[in-house]
């Protein structure tokens, strides 16, 4: 009965350092579905992952607050979603300690309607309702001429402050409900990767009334926990985003929607 036991406690203890190594192989990476997720899923990516002897398991989060939650607490290795001010935001506001390893691509912030049109008088234009996207909204409503001021200093979603001299009214509703308001015949300012998962790239680009300029336009980033952003994996992550395969398979995919512009934060 002992030599069982201690069998059974030998087998268990291997397969736990199985377990180990195998997690150690293994590169846990959250996003969001388009063009992130696309992104990391593809050949491109995959391929170099695994020729530097790892594997890449991609976790696809529906919502911005899940997955800085789930790079804090260890859950997953990294994350890609995210502009820096946002990722600046949920660690001021949060607590989180994470760090933007690597710079990959920006998606202009694109104002949308099914009816192309230049005057917005009397007209309302839904945007995002929260205070590091909302701010690019309201700039690149005011680069337009549809409001000529605008508040974020306490901000309130319900009640945004700004000036207009057509009467144009803006309201802020949650992303996930922005590209309906268009189906619907309204107008939207839609950040690009939530324009890519309603749409895909061919109808968000003829949706598209006017846009940041890729030099206004964030770049996304690859977040990691600030302990990690010299390990190996976040190494090997960067390193994917740089391939030459990986760039070209962004601008071969999304065209105008979503530009390259890698560099390494590191």
Same mark, same amino acid.
């Given at each position: 009965?002992?030599?069982?036991?201690?069998?059974?406690?030998?087998?268990?203890?291997?397969?736990?350092?199985?377990?180990?190594?195998?997690?150690?192989?293994?590169?846990?990476?959250?996003?969001?579905?388009?063009?992130?997720?696309?992104?990391?899923?593809?050949?491109?990516?995959?391929?170099?992952?695994?020729?530097?002897?790892?594997?890449?398991?991609?976790?696809?989060?529906?919502?911005?607050?899940?997955?800085?939650?789930?790079?804090?607490?260890?859950?997953?290795? *990294?994350?890609?979603?995210?502009?820096?001010?946002?990722?600046?935001?949920?660690?001021?506001? @949060?607590?989180?300690?994470?760090?933007?390893?690597?710079?990959?691509?920006?998606?202009?912030?694109?104002?949308?309607?099914?009816?192309?049109?230049?005057?917005?008088?009397?007209?309302? &234009?839904?945007? &995002?309702?929260?205070?590091?996207?909302?701010?690019?909204?309201?700039?690149?409503?005011?680069?337009?001429?549809?409001?000529?001021?605008?508040?974020?200093?306490?901000?309130?979603?319900?009640?945004?402050?700004?000036?207009? *001299?057509?009467?144009?009214?803006?309201?802020?509703?949650?992303?996930?409900?922005?590209? *309906? @308001?268009?189906?619907?015949?309204?107008?939207?300012?839609?950040?690009?990767?939530?324009?890519?998962?309603?749409?895909?790239?061919?109808?968000?680009?003829?949706?598209?009334?006017?846009?940041?300029?890729?030099?206004?336009?964030?770049?996304?980033?690859?977040?990691?926990?600030?302990?990690?952003?010299?390990?190996?994996?976040?190494?090997?992550?960067?390193?994917?985003?740089?391939?030459?395969?990986?760039?070209?398979?962004?601008?071969?995919?999304?065209?105008?929607?979503?530009?390259?512009?890698? @560099?390494?934060?590191?």
């Amino acid at each position: 009965m002992k030599k069982l036991l201690l069998f059974v406690v030998v087998l268990l203890c291997a397969l736990a350092l199985v377990g180990c190594k195998k997690d150690e192989k293994t590169i846990v990476v959250g996003a969001t579905p388009s063009p992130h997720a696309e992104i990391l899923n593809s050949e491109a990516f995959k391929n170099y992952v695994e020729s530097k002897g790892y594997k890449l398991e991609v976790k696809v989060y529906q919502d911005y607050v899940t997955p800085n939650k789930a790079l804090s607490d260890g859950g997953i290795d *990294a994350n890609y979603f995210q502009h820096i001010p946002y990722l600046t935001e949920e660690c001021e506001t @949060k607590g989180y300690k994470l760090s933007a390893a690597c710079e990959v691509h920006n998606e202009p912030l694109n104002l949308y309607g099914k009816t192309k049109t230049n005057d917005f008088s009397n007209k309302t &234009i839904f945007i &995002i309702n929260d205070v590091s996207n909302v701010e690019r909204a309201l700039k690149l409503l005011v680069a337009n001429g549809i409001i000529t001021t605008y508040s974020v200093e306490n901000f309130d979603a319900q009640n945004p402050v700004y000036t207009s *001299a057509i009467n144009a009214k803006i309201q802020c509703i949650d992303a996930g409900l922005l590209h *309906a @308001k268009v189906d619907e015949g309204e107008y939207a300012v839609i950040p690009g990767n939530y324009a890519l998962t309603a749409w895909n790239a061919t109808k968000a680009s003829e949706y598209k009334i006017f846009g940041e300029s890729t030099e206004v336009a964030y770049p996304n980033v690859l977040a990691v926990r600030s302990e990690d952003i010299d390990s190996e994996k976040v190494k090997i992550l960067c390193e994917a985003f740089a391939s030459k395969e990986v760039k070209e398979f962004i601008e071969n995919t999304y065209g105008p929607t979503v530009n390259y512009c890698y @560099k390494d934060l590191k």
